[in-house]
Nanobody, 121 residues
Framework: QVQLEESGGGSVQAGGSLRLSCAASGRTWSGAAMGWFRQAPGKEREFVASISWRGSRTYYADSVKGRFTISRDNAKNTVYLQMNSLKPEDTAVYYC??????????????WGQGTQVTVSS
């Protein structure tokens, strides 16, 4: 089992930045790739970014490429999502997930509860 807890969400104006954190616990954390997904009101949950266990591979959705950066600190059991140049369309609940390096939700076995990000224009 892996337990995940997101933090760092909040409200920001367009053009601003936020850094989300996802703290992981549980023996099966070791070796797990991590991903960030988001779900806007009235929309399906979508892939944002993923990172391999050692951080050597990262992947991004086209909509966030160049603005968001995923990283991890395995010594702290934490994954981060640095979000810069935020846009109103980035408003969503952001979820972290543990599993395989993939944009597909079904490749992730464990999910956090989510953290709200609101970007105002």
């Amino acid at each position: 089992q892996v337990q995940l807890e997101e933090s760092g969400g909040g409200s920001v104006q367009a053009g601003g930045s936020l850094r989300l954190s996802c703290a992981a616990s549980g023996r099966t954390w070791s070796g797990a790739a991590m991903g960030w997904f988001r779900q806007a009101p009235g929309k399906e949950r979508e892939f944002v970014a993923s990172i391999s266990w050692r951080g050597s591979r990262t992947y991004y959705a086209d909509s966030v490429k160049g603005r968001f950066t995923i990283s991890r600190d395995n010594a702290k059991n934490t994954v981060y999502l640095q979000m810069n140049s935020l846009k109103p369309e980035d408003t969503a609940v952001y979820y972290c997930a543990a599993g395989d390096v993939s944009p597909r939700e079904n490749e992730y076995a464990y999910w956090g509860q989510g953290t709200q990000v609101t970007v105002s224009s």
